[in-house]
């Protein structure tokens, strides 16, 4: 075969590849009814499995109340403080289940607990006993269990200073959690938890005569007022 065969042979087999259609490779064997994969910077569809299909709505109605929600948010019309009543409208809808009854709510951050440091012991590591108790005023931290937010600190050894927090019942379990901080707790250090008020008001109890904590309201300009205090009364009152 002389030179100019040999070329014409080569550039026809050249768009011959051309022409072809690109052939995909297998994709991965997906349990789901459906799926797709595309390419974000091109939108080349890289994998579907049964596109047109119409199938029932399911996390993409999540995904779209989310963006809304967010929206939202960005836009100034709700706020994250902002409570959410679950309406009858709401609650008839089949699909995925929320159990709230209509004109409920869920609250999520809702008040702080505020507690005093009352000495630092060494016991194969630093614990600091403050003035409240997970027994009395956060059972749900030893029932759950879970560690409760408190604001400043860090996880174990995440700060320069780590402590184990404890109440001053007789329990050896009265533990809320390990926490580390900037800097070294002392005596008369204010520390505190949030998202307390849901169980700190409605589950607390006064064994060991711990004394429950006071209600105060904090106003948006940060001015506090002491709504409720408690005495001996409301300890002898809850005796049986």
Known sequence: MDMRKW??????????????????AAGPDIAAPSAILMDAAT?????????SERLRPASVTKVMTLLLVMEALDTGRIGWDDTVIASEAACAKGGSQVYLEPGEAVALNAGILRCTVLDIVENGGKIAILDTSAACHMPDVLEMPYRPPL????????????????????LAGDIIG?????RPLAVGDVLEFGDMAIYSMVKNNTF???PLPSIALRTLDGTERCIRSFGYEDFKQRLS
């Open 7 to 24: 070329l014409t042979a080569l550039l026809a087999a050249a768009m011959l590849l051309a022409a072809a259609p690109p052939v995909r």
């Open 43 to 51: 939108g080349t569809v890289l994998y579907e499995k049964n596109a």
């Open 151 to 170: 604001r400043g600190s860090g996880l174990p050894g995440e700060k320069a200073y780590s402590y184990r927090l404890g109440g001053p019942t007789c």
């Open 178 to 182: 390990d926490y580390s901080f900037d």
């Open 208 to 210: 060991n005569g711990m």
